[in-house]
């Protein structure tokens, strides 16, 4: 009776534990999800890269990313080269271990652009561009590979397939800078709110303000 005792005493103490790691895991995924998108988007596009807040429901297969920055790079203005107000992705819970994976709905809300030419000539975006291109994660070098690596390195894995049913995009924002260069002042342009639907994963039909374009 002893042993049964520890041993059901123990498995009790297992469960709990387990139970708790999934609660902190669930409770804290929001705050997981912001520093990933804070630390690989900094180390990828060389500059910094913050976000206000994340609001992730894995139950409806919501997730929302509000007030994303991308800071411009050194040698720049202290402006954001990019920004955005929200992004919200509504996924088929249903699909995710299936391919294609089905997006119900994506949208895009207030994103601007700062395009900015320095004195030197170079601009913000080329430079974000390239240190992307340059960009490796840890561990993916060149080094020698196992017998294991060449196999799995020689077998094909099926690509990634996506099904966007809605896409959603408002108020977005273009400015270029080339004050630097002598411009008088920046040059900003508005776009107008689109949007784009595909019924079955057929060819998407693009409204802009309404209308057909």
């Given at each position: 009776?002893?042993?049964?005792?520890?041993?059901?005493?123990?498995?009790?103490?297992?469960?709990?534990?387990?139970?708790?790691?999934?609660?902190?895991?669930?409770?804290?995924?929001?705050?997981?999800?912001?520093?990933?998108?804070?630390?690989?988007?900094?180390?990828?596009?060389?500059?910094?890269?913050?976000?206000?807040?994340?609001?992730?429901?894995?139950?409806?297969?919501?997730?929302?990313?509000?007030?994303?920055?991308?800071?411009?790079?050194?040698?720049?203005?202290?402006?954001?080269?990019?920004?955005?107000?929200?992004?919200?992705?509504?996924?088929?819970?249903?699909?995710?271990?299936?391919?294609?994976?089905?997006?119900?709905?994506?949208?895009?809300?207030?994103?601007?652009?700062?395009?900015?030419?320095?004195?030197?000539?170079?601009?913000?975006?080329?430079?974000?561009?390239?240190?992307?291109?340059?960009?490796?994660?840890?561990?993916?070098?060149?080094?020698?590979?196992?017998?294991?690596?060449?196999?799995?390195?020689?077998?094909?894995?099926?690509?990634?397939?996506?099904?966007?049913?809605?896409?959603?995009?408002?108020?977005?924002?273009?400015?270029?800078?080339?004050?630097?260069?002598?411009?008088?002042?920046?040059?900003?342009?508005?776009?107008?709110?689109?949007?784009?639907?595909?019924?079955?994963?057929?060819?998407p039909r693009r409204t802009r303000s309404g209308r057909s374009w």
């Amino acid at each position: 009776m002893k042993l049964r005792n520890v041993v059901l005493g123990a498995g009790v103490v297992v469960v709990v534990a387990l139970a708790a790691g999934v609660y902190f895991l669930l409770t804290s995924l929001d705050v997981i999800v912001e520093r990933a998108i804070e630390h690989y988007g900094s180390e990828i596009t060389g500059t910094a890269v913050r976000v206000a807040s994340v609001d992730i429901s894995l139950s409806s297969g919501r997730g929302t990313v509000r007030g994303l920055t991308v800071a411009n790079p050194e040698g720049f203005s202290s402006d954001s080269t990019f920004s955005l107000e929200e992004i919200t992705l509504q996924i088929d819970v249903g699909t995710v271990t299936s391919s294609p994976i089905v997006i119900d709905e994506i949208t895009i809300r207030a994103p601007a652009v700062v395009f900015e030419v320095n004195e030197a000539g170079a601009a913000n975006v080329d430079e974000i561009r390239k240190n992307a291109e340059r960009y490796q994660p840890a561990g993916s070098g060149d080094g020698e590979k196992g017998e294991e690596g060449e196999a799995a390195a020689g077998e094909e894995e099926e690509p990634l397939r996506l099904v966007i049913r809605k896409f959603l995009f408002e108020r977005g924002e273009i400015a270029a800078d080339t004050t630097a260069l002598g411009a008088r002042r920046r040059r900003r342009s508005s776009r107008p709110s689109s949007s784009a639907t595909s019924a079955g994963g057929g060819a998407p039909r693009r409204t802009r303000s309404g209308r057909s374009w």
